[in-house]
Nanobody
Framework: VQLVESGGGLVQAGGSLRLSCAAS????????MAWFRQTPGKEHEFVSR????????RYADSVKGRFTISKDGPKNTVYLQMNSLKPEDTAVYSC???????????????WGQGTQVTVSS
């Protein structure tokens, strides 16, 4: 599955961005879609995930209450609404698809190319 992210950019602290991730193929109800972020020299950090069938969601503690993951089934697209952004949210954000309900990047099979999010103070 090819995944293409969009929506990154530069925003001031306290601002908002909405990321999109469109899949090239149908996403099945057994799949899980997730957002991870990465800064130089560090591993992928879990941000949020959603089960495609039931829409169940999970968030990292660092983004809980500020970020919202959602999906559009017919469009095979997952979104990440990011509000109250902080400078420490600056990273490359990537979406991924997998078969397990997991917070580990190792459990995801296909990845998008990533989109840069930069939050200025």
């Amino acid at each position: 599955v090819q995944l293409v992210e969009s929506g990154g950019g530069l925003v001031q602290a306290g601002g908002s961005l909405r990321l999109s991730c469109a899949a090239s193929e149908r996403i099945y109800s057994s799949n899980f879609m997730a957002w991870f972020r990465q800064t130089p020299g560090k591993e992928h950090e879990f941000v949020s995930r959603i089960g495609w069938g039931f829409g169940n969601t999970r968030y990292a503690d660092s983004v809980k209450g500020r970020f919202t993951i959602s999906k559009d089934g017919p469009k095979n697209t997952v979104y990440l609404q990011m509000n109250s952004l902080k400078p420490e949210d600056t990273a490359v954000y990537s979406c991924a698809i997998g078969r397990y309900s997991s917070n580990s990047y190792r459990d995801y099979d296909d990845w998008g190319q990533g989109t840069q999010v930069t939050v200025s103070s």
